[in-house]
C-alpha cells in the first residue's frame, strides 16, 4: 500500500503564490511519474502537471502553464507544486498521483495513468 499526503493549501488573495507538497510512502519502491490534478464544485478533475522521476520532465496544462513549477526530491519520495499569480478560477481541491508501475500507454495527463491517489487539499484564491 503507498500513501499520498498532500499539504499546503490554503487560502490566498489573487496574484499571490502558495507551494503545495506531496509526501509518498508505504511500499513504495520508486514512482515514475507523480501528477497533480484539481477539481473545483461543479467541475470535472482537471490535469494541472505532473513531474517523471528519472528525467525530471514536467509537464502542465495549459490554464496554469508559465505560473505554476513542479519538482522531485527522489530522495525524500516529495513532489512540490509551486504555484504563482493565483487566480480565482484556481480554486480546487488539488490532489497528487502516483504511477508506481509505469502506465506507459497512458498520457501522463489522464487520471487513468495513476495508481494511488491522495486525499487533496483545498486551494481558495480569493479576488
Known sequence: QVQLVESGGGLVQAGA??????????????????????????QEREFVGAITWSEGRGYYGDSVKDRFTISRDNAQNTVSLQMNSLKPE??????????????????????????????????TVSS
Open 90 to 123: 484556481d480554486t480546487a481541491v488539488y490532489y497528487c498521483a502516483a504511477d508506481i508501475n509505469n502506465h506507459f500507454s497512458a498520457a501522463v495527463r489522464v487520471a487513468e495513468r495513476y495508481d494511488y491517489w491522495g486525499q487533496g487539499t483545498q486551494v
Open 17 to 42: 503564490s502558495l507551494r503545495l507538497s506531496c509526501a509518498a510512502s508505504g511500499r513504495l519502491l520508486r514512482w515514475y511519474v507523480m501528477g497533480w490534478f484539481r477539481q473545483a464544485p461543479g
